[in-house]
């Protein structure tokens, strides 16, 4: 595959999260799916809105999915005054020319109490792992080839002038 040319950029943001569980919601990753037929590359930007940038990225071996972690949960509490994190914009950079709403967004965490989470050092209790799916995000799509009826307009020009060309020649 080629280097991603930044034609369209996709950039998937965690924001305006509530939990109404009690406790805190720790986020520990998004995975995205629809990104098998593109270049890609995956950073995140500091200079925007959010708390923290993934930590790590991959992509599963047929190119689809796309795996943010945060090493550093997202944590969002349930009361008003306790923490609710965003993420930092991250940034997939295609090679793609157009889109369609075909991808999905999986987040993924845990629920935890006070004493089950060390600031930066993540999760430390483990614990049933509790997602959510959203559909309709926005993916790369490959360009659409040219129809052959573009070539057979290309052909019937140059009938068109060899054509002409002999009544030329007659003349």
Excluded: C
Excluded at 2 to 17: E, H, N, S, W, Y
């Amino acid at each position: 595959m080629t280097k991603p040319t930044g034609d369209l950029v996709f950039a998937p943001r965690i924001r305006d999260t509530y939990n109404i569980d009690g406790g805190f919601f720790a986020i520990t990753g998004m995975q995205l799916t629809g990104y098998g037929d593109t270049s890609l590359e995956v950073e995140y930007r500091t200079d925007g809105l959010g708390d923290k940038g993934p930590t790590s990225a991959s992509r599963s071996a047929d190119g689809n999915t796309v795996t943010l972690r945060y090493g550093d949960p997202l944590l969002i509490g349930a009361l008003v005054g306790q923490s609710q994190e965003e993420s930092l914009f991250p940034s997939l950079v295609t090679d793609a020319t157009d889109y369609d709403l075909t991808g999905t967004a999986t987040i993924f965490g845990y629920l935890i109490d006070d004493a089950t989470y060390l600031a930066g050092g993540g999760v430390v209790q483990d614990g049933e792992l509790i997602s959510v799916m959203i559909d309709g995000l926005a993916v790369p799509i490959s360009p659409v080839p040219l129809p052959a009826s573009a070539s057979l307009l290309g052909a019937g020009v140059a009938g068109f002038g060899l054509l002409r060309r002999k009544r030329r020649a007659r003349s």
